[in-house]
């Protein structure tokens, strides 16, 4: 008799060509037996005279797209099978399997989309088991076609006979089409409108010609513009009303990439990976000021759809403006309709697919960061791949932070992020947060008298009381900071580790014995996520006038952080030029009107930033801080700024450091040199505080999280430093330190202690 197993594998296996590339592979060793999509993943049945190698094989050389979670082997008695079968969805699987994220278009498409004699010679929908869409067309589990958005396109017969063939590419992918059987392209331009085979040619001409196009891609659409051409890119930023946040471009290749910015062998990789993200690095290339106003970074990806392929083949400017199509703020536009309306003084054109698109989701952002990659916006080509395994067991929703909002659902114990929402106080944004709710919760069949709903501390957030208007069993409240923490340890399935967690950010809701609803970000907690954290010490307390709207005005914040220095000279005056908003805010402390209490590194990042220069309104969150992180690239020396760690008080404290500040700007000493000073001297400060802390409490491991934490330079000295102490250092991984993190720190407090 032969010997048999059975497989389960858990982990991406579905929706990315795991079942045929198993039957495949069954037919190469000549293995009998059956494959099977089960409810937690793949299952197998094989039977051969020899199966290691075949099992060896399974392992390692999965589809692209998949990922192995866990591989399980038993042996079982042999069956007698005949021949090796792919057997159909039995209907019993449970919708815990996890949908893959979107892919790019693959090699061998790629190939055919430009081969003459292929019959999806330039075919905008191309795609296989390899590649194309996937969590932008399902409506529902399992990933079938009927439950996707390719449901109004019956298959031609070549089509259905490639969907039948378990040795053909295209065996059971979902959106598989043709120029037969799908969908097609379109452009629209007032009222002329050219068909397929038109439509890309035409979009491509307008690009060079300098008009703005409205491109359809995967999770929404893209405002397209060629990124030399700075009328062009003035244009788009004046009609987009974005004023300075950068525009990401993509290039045509990557040899074109390498001429744009700085590729480290890591961020090469990053940017030709599987999710195609856009890559953030140093700027090298001489483009318009207007694509990154103020910054020497650039945000570059490459084409990921048959579509971006055919528009650069079809003689598309080589690096082009891609940036989210939206007004403003307001979340990416995804519904035909929709971008119609909301995009109609914006696009000169808008370049149409017919393929709905199930849901928005935007580009991811990413950077390969001094401890490995660093993600920065986790949407397109990441989720909603599950982030960890937590052990729990009943349903729980995280509602995640007002601001870079995200929320997690776990079911069966996997915790599945969102995609990025946006900023809730956006009532677009706050709209498209309840669409994604509504959507995870239906597409798992979330059972909502089980299910445990988590939020944030902050009574006025509006995923707070969203939280609390759920059917849910149960709700709880999370402190953010913690839930930051809370994310890294998740991530690595630490759930008993004990750690030192420092959470710098920008603001969140703090709960202190004395300071409760004061603004909290600059916080270090002792714990674990089963045994709670305690807040063992803090950045010196400072006052915030306005509140959460300080945010917006570093010169607002400079007046709180700066109450505390003795002999401050009139910052009005140069060479520091503080406006009239400083006065005012400096009159709220006086009277102790809307002041409130802070331990925030974000806003001490302002304050430095004011101090050095940054006096104007911010219009992007975490402007200032960027700014001064780029300030600080040009400088020659690098002195410390001083920042004690008072043990007794347990409090790091800013004020020598503000103080050498303003005397060194009015002394007149380099701006660039006293930017990194401050980084320098920050990192110095944290580590100190990081041994005295692990040292009283006896720890080994730091956890660092929060929005500062996307400091490269910051980590970059604090690295240094670390590593040479037997410390162990851990940041997030999967989701980014920002805000985006905290639903899933929120979900990972559910675990019981
Ligand atoms: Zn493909
Ligand atoms: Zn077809
Ligand atoms: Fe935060």
Redesign the pocket.
Known sequence: MPEARFLRIRGVVQGVGFRPFVFRLAAAHGITGWVRNGAEGVEIHAEADALEDFVRALQAETPPAARIASFEMTAVPALGCERFEILESTGEEHPTVRISPDLP??A??LAELFDPGDRRYGYPY???????PRYTIVLGLPYDRPRTTMQPWPLCADCAREYGDPLD?RFHAQPVACPACGPEYFLQMGEERWGSGEAIPQAARLLREGHIVAVKGLGGYHLAADARNGDAVAALRERKVRKEKPFAVMAKDLGVARDLIDLTPEAEELLAGIARPIVLAPCRADLPSGIAPDNPDLGVMLPYTPVHHLLFAAGAPDVLVMTSANRSNEPLAYRDEEAFERLAGIADAFLVGERPIARRVDDSVVRAGCLGPAVLRRARGLAPGAVAKLPLTRPVLAVGADLKNTVTLVVEGEAFVSQHIGDLQQYEAFQAFQETVRDLTAMYEVDWDQTLVMHDLHPQYASTTYALGLPAAETRAVQHHRAHIACVLAERGAFDERVLGVAYDGTGYGDGDDDKGSIWGGEFFVGSIRGGFERVAHLRGALLPGGDAAARHPVQSAAGFLAQIEGLPDLTAPPFGFPPRYLQARELIAKNVRTFPTTSVGRLFDTAAALLGFTREVTFEGQAAIWLEHLARTAQAEDPLLFPFDAENRELDFRPALTELVEARRRGEDRSTLARAFHRGLARGLVEAILTLTGIHGLETVVLSGGVFQNEMLLGDLTRELAKTPLRLWTNREVPPNDEGISLGQAAMAVEP
């Open positions: 278009i693959c061998a498409c191309i795609n296989c088991t390899d590649c194309g590419r």
